[in-house]
């Protein structure tokens, strides 16, 4: 099994004109690889998954598969709020090749711990695939308590969490009841260093994008027990959290595309471009870290 501690860049995809926009992507993932990423997910939810077809999934795949020539692991994402619809995805992401499924907690229908057990165990048994479990609750409403976890973290296929509540202390509780053999990545740029502080490996990234060789270098030498990095960071804390004044992935595209790696801030429907003057401050923001 590869290994998928480090930072993992959760890919946007780049659109031109309502089509995939393959010469952004190329050079995004170009970009992404010079600056030390440690590997990719593929239409997770920076990638606007709900709204790419199962055609075009697959063909994103099979392209930064092609580019990135197995330099770095590639995780699909393959979570829904049906656990039918997610072991149709999970065992399509492993027939194309990918290196493990990353399956958020099932949104909007609110399932008690026991049904999210359930949908895990079956996603997991579904297919050889290695499984992270994603649990973000500021989107899902449901989380995925401690318990659970642990319990999860028994099933031969879970290899892991993407932790993404901000919660550190929440985040230490897995590191430790799952043990150091269990896969504790963060899903939030702004806490991933006191993550790592306490046990994690690593981060699945929407600022990486931006900032591709920090990122990897902070968390390499956190690993390493340096706390330096978290001073660095302070630098870019502002321009970070305003990666969220509106939804991601909508102000990151908007960064990507002033710093000239994709050629349109376009998104699909019902995201919409970054507006202004939210769009002006973004690129101030960006100037004072000569970003741009």
């Not at 053999?181 to 699945?204: K, M, R």
Request: some cysteine; charged content about 20%; overall charge negative.
């Amino acid at each position: 099994m590869k290994d998928f501690s480090g930072v993992f860049t959760a890919l946007v995809t780049p659109f031109k004109n309502g089509d995939i926009d393959w010469n952004s992507l190329k050079r995004l993932v170009r970009a992404q690889l010079d600056g030390g990423i440690n590997g990719f997910v593929v239409s997770g939810t920076t990638g606007e998954s709900p709204t790419l077809t199962d055609e075009e999934k697959q063909k994103l795949f099979s392209f930064i598969k092609s580019e990135s020539g197995g330099q770095v692991p590639l995780v699909m994402g393959t979570g829904t709020n049906s656990t039918a619809d997610t072991i149709s995805a999970t065992q399509a992401a492993a027939s194309w090749g990918a290196d493990a499924a990353l399956v958020v907690v099932p949104y909007y229908n609110k399932p008690p711990q026991r049904g999210l057990f359930q949908h895990y165990q079956k996603v997991a048994a579904s297919s050889s695939l290695p499984v992270i479990l994603y649990n973000v609750p500021g989107r899902t409403i449901t989380k995925l308590e401690l318990e659970t976890i642990e319990e999860l973290s028994h099933l031969p296929n879970v290899i892991g969490i993407k932790e993404a509540t901000g919660d550190i202390e929440f985040g230490a509780g897995v590191v430790k009841a799952c043990g150091p053999e269990f896969l504790v990545t963060s899903g939030d740029d702004g806490t991933f260093l006191q993550l790592t502080s306490v046990g994690g490996q690593g981060v699945i990234s929407v600022a990486s994008h931006i900032l591709p060789k920090q990122f990897s270098d902070w968390c390499a030498r956190a690993r390493r027990g340096d706390r330096n990095p978290q001073m660095e960071f302070e630098r870019y804390r502002d321009l970070n959290s305003y990666l969220y004044v509106e939804a991601n992935p909508i102000p990151i595209k908007m960064a990507l595309h002033q710093m000239g790696l994709i050629d349109s801030p376009e998104l699909r429907l019902p995201l919409v471009q970054l507006s202004e003057p939210y769009a002006a401050e973004l690129k101030n923001k960006m100037r004072a870290v000569e970003l741009v």
